[in-house]
């Protein structure tokens, strides 16, 4: 049965694909940090989102694959597979590693392959 943690890294997972996270799942001081060159508010990262989400024709569709738990920290292994309405491809592979405080996400730290990422979005 997966934990109260789990089910809410899997709803984040879930909604990036509707373009907006649910922000109550997050303290009030959360950040997400990327490792292609972003550490904002989680706020900024819901806007962002949004910005993406524009470019695409049904979302950016996140599976997560293996879960791992270990205290305060729950890491997720996930793959992307979605398509630009320009016709290009978004497939990317991610590490998630989700810090709580209690039963609130703290910390995102995303790990993907930021090249892709920039090509695909043109972030230069």
Do not use: C
Request: glycine content about 8%; proline content about 2%.
């Amino acid at each position: 049965m997966p934990s109260s943690r789990e089910e809410t890294a899997r709803t984040i997972l879930s909604a990036i694909a509707t373009g907006s996270i649910p922000l109550g799942r997050f303290t009030a001081d959360a950040r997400w940090w990327w490792n292609g060159g972003i550490d904002i508010s989680v706020a900024e990262f819901d806007t962002l989102l949004g910005t993406l989400h524009a470019q695409m024709a049904d979302g950016i569709h996140v599976t997560p694959g293996l879960i791992m738990e270990a205290g305060e920290h729950l890491f997720v292994e996930a793959t992307s597979h979605s398509l630009l309405k320009n016709g290009t491809l978004y497939d990317n592979r991610y590490v998630f590693l989700f810090r709580f405080a209690g039963d609130r996400i703290a910390l995102v730290k995303e790990y993907s392959d930021s090249a892709h990422v920039k090509v695909v979005f043109a972030l230069g």
